[in-house]
């Protein structure tokens, strides 16, 4: 059963913006960590950035830094990436990830695991 629900993505030019939101509410377990990541095709899956959900820490990668923000609504059960400034290498699945018992990744400063997945939501920036 997913419990983390992607949405928010779309087809854009070159320059443009769109706003990704997961939908965590049914998520029961704790999660510190909520973590934006995408696959390109024929690339591996990267980390985008990360929000530690107790005090609103985020952590980016160098390629989306100044141009991505993530955040959280206030009942911390929704995360949003902001994306602007987008380039056709962004084109990618973007999936949205809780902290937990999983695979290590790192994003910007941090590192730590992560467990669970949403389906994702297709984003394609053209020139």
């Known amino acids: 059963q997913v419990q983390l629900v992607e949405s928010g993505g779309g087809s854009v030019q070159a320059g443009g913006s769109l706003r990704l939101s997961c939908d965590a509410s049914?998520?029961?377990?704790?999660?510190?960590?909520m973590g934006w990541f995408r696959q390109a095709p024929g690339k591996e899956r990267e980390g985008v950035a990360a929000?530690?959900?107790?005090?609103?820490?985020?952590y980016y990668a160098g390629s989306v830094k100044g141009r991505f923000t993530i955040s959280q609504d206030s009942a911390k059960t929704t995360v949003y990436l902001q994306m602007n400034r987008l380039k056709p290498d962004d084109t990618a699945m973007y999936y949205c990830?809780?902290?937990?018992?999983?695979?290590?990744?790192?994003?910007?400063?941090?590192?730590?695991?992560?467990?669970?997945w949403g389906q994702g939501t297709q984003v394609t920036v053209s020139s």
């Open positions: 990830a809780a902290g937990g018992i999983g695979g290590v990744w790192s994003i910007g400063s941090l590192t730590t695991a992560f467990g669970d």
């Open positions: 049914a998520y029961t377990p704790s999660r510190h960590y």
């Open positions: 929000i530690y959900t107790p005090d609103g820490s985020t």
